[in-house]
Nanobody, 116 residues
Protein backbone atom coordinates (compact mmCIF):
# COMPACT_ATOMS: atom_id res chain seq x y z
CA UNK A 1 0.00 0.00 0.00
CA UNK A 2 1.19 3.49 -0.87
CA UNK A 3 0.05 6.66 0.86
CA UNK A 4 0.25 9.92 -1.06
CA UNK A 5 -0.10 13.20 0.82
CA UNK A 6 -0.11 16.68 -0.72
CA UNK A 7 0.39 20.03 0.96
CA UNK A 8 0.96 23.66 0.07
CA UNK A 9 -2.23 24.82 -1.58
CA UNK A 10 -3.94 28.08 -0.75
CA UNK A 11 -5.20 31.43 -1.95
CA UNK A 12 -2.92 33.75 -3.93
CA UNK A 13 -3.34 36.81 -6.10
CA UNK A 14 -2.73 36.65 -9.83
CA UNK A 15 0.96 36.92 -10.56
CA UNK A 16 1.88 35.30 -7.28
CA UNK A 17 3.59 32.02 -6.48
CA UNK A 18 2.86 28.82 -4.58
CA UNK A 19 4.83 25.65 -3.93
CA UNK A 20 3.10 22.31 -3.63
CA UNK A 21 4.66 19.25 -2.02
CA UNK A 22 3.73 15.60 -2.21
CA UNK A 23 5.18 12.66 -0.32
CA UNK A 24 4.62 9.05 -1.29
CA UNK A 25 5.28 6.35 1.28
CA UNK A 26 5.93 2.86 0.00
CA UNK A 27 7.46 0.15 2.16
CA UNK A 28 7.75 -2.46 -0.60
CA UNK A 29 7.84 -1.08 -4.11
CA UNK A 30 9.91 1.77 -5.48
CA UNK A 31 8.23 4.87 -6.86
CA UNK A 32 8.79 5.55 -10.53
CA UNK A 33 6.97 8.46 -12.19
CA UNK A 34 5.44 11.16 -10.03
CA UNK A 35 3.09 13.73 -11.43
CA UNK A 36 0.68 16.54 -10.72
CA UNK A 37 -2.83 16.77 -12.13
CA UNK A 38 -5.48 19.41 -11.62
CA UNK A 39 -9.23 19.50 -11.83
CA UNK A 40 -11.28 22.66 -12.04
CA UNK A 41 -15.01 22.61 -11.20
CA UNK A 42 -17.01 20.94 -13.94
CA UNK A 43 -13.91 19.91 -15.88
CA UNK A 44 -11.89 16.74 -16.28
CA UNK A 45 -8.69 16.02 -14.40
CA UNK A 46 -5.74 17.05 -16.56
CA UNK A 47 -2.02 16.36 -16.35
CA UNK A 48 0.01 19.41 -15.31
CA UNK A 49 3.54 18.01 -15.02
CA UNK A 50 5.30 14.68 -14.72
CA UNK A 51 8.79 13.69 -13.65
CA UNK A 52 10.56 10.35 -13.93
CA UNK A 53 12.78 8.83 -11.26
CA UNK A 54 15.70 9.94 -13.43
CA UNK A 55 14.56 13.55 -13.33
CA UNK A 56 13.12 13.97 -16.82
CA UNK A 57 10.19 16.38 -16.69
CA UNK A 58 7.37 17.23 -19.04
CA UNK A 59 4.70 19.90 -18.76
CA UNK A 60 1.31 20.79 -20.11
CA UNK A 61 1.56 23.61 -22.63
CA UNK A 62 -0.54 25.85 -20.40
CA UNK A 63 2.06 25.86 -17.62
CA UNK A 64 5.35 25.69 -19.52
CA UNK A 65 7.72 28.42 -18.42
CA UNK A 66 5.69 29.12 -15.25
CA UNK A 67 5.66 25.83 -13.33
CA UNK A 68 8.63 23.67 -12.34
CA UNK A 69 8.40 20.09 -11.12
CA UNK A 70 11.22 18.54 -9.12
CA UNK A 71 11.70 15.58 -6.82
CA UNK A 72 13.78 14.19 -4.00
CA UNK A 73 14.09 10.46 -4.64
CA UNK A 74 15.48 9.75 -1.19
CA UNK A 75 12.28 11.12 0.32
CA UNK A 76 9.88 10.02 -2.46
CA UNK A 77 8.77 13.62 -2.54
CA UNK A 78 7.78 15.71 -5.53
CA UNK A 79 7.39 19.47 -5.65
CA UNK A 80 5.54 21.83 -7.95
CA UNK A 81 6.80 25.40 -7.98
CA UNK A 82 4.11 27.59 -9.51
CA UNK A 83 4.96 31.14 -10.58
CA UNK A 84 3.07 33.86 -12.45
CA UNK A 85 -0.18 32.25 -11.38
CA UNK A 86 -3.34 33.05 -13.31
CA UNK A 87 -7.00 32.77 -12.30
CA UNK A 88 -7.34 29.90 -14.77
CA UNK A 89 -4.85 27.93 -12.67
CA UNK A 90 -7.51 27.68 -9.97
CA UNK A 91 -8.24 24.01 -9.35
CA UNK A 92 -7.77 21.12 -6.98
CA UNK A 93 -4.27 19.79 -7.55
CA UNK A 94 -3.70 16.06 -7.18
CA UNK A 95 -0.44 14.18 -6.83
CA UNK A 96 -0.02 10.83 -8.54
CA UNK A 97 2.68 8.29 -7.73
CA UNK A 98 3.27 5.22 -9.87
CA UNK A 99 5.11 2.25 -8.41
CA UNK A 100 7.51 -0.17 -10.04
CA UNK A 101 4.51 -2.54 -10.31
CA UNK A 102 2.88 0.12 -12.54
CA UNK A 103 0.12 0.81 -10.04
CA UNK A 104 -0.83 4.45 -9.57
CA UNK A 105 -1.88 6.04 -6.30
CA UNK A 106 -3.58 9.39 -5.79
CA UNK A 107 -3.43 11.92 -3.03
CA UNK A 108 -6.50 13.58 -1.57
CA UNK A 109 -5.91 16.84 -3.45
CA UNK A 110 -5.06 20.37 -2.39
CA UNK A 111 -7.00 23.48 -3.41
CA UNK A 112 -5.23 26.27 -5.28
CA UNK A 113 -7.22 29.47 -5.76
CA UNK A 114 -5.87 32.39 -7.76
CA UNK A 115 -7.78 35.65 -7.42
CA UNK A 116 -7.81 38.29 -10.14
Amino acid sequence: QVQVVESGGGLVQAGGSLRLSCSASSSIFSINNMSWYRQAPGKQRDLVAIITSGGTANYADSVKGRFTISRDNAKNTVYLEMNSLKPEDTAVYYCNARTSRNIAYWGQGTQVTVSS
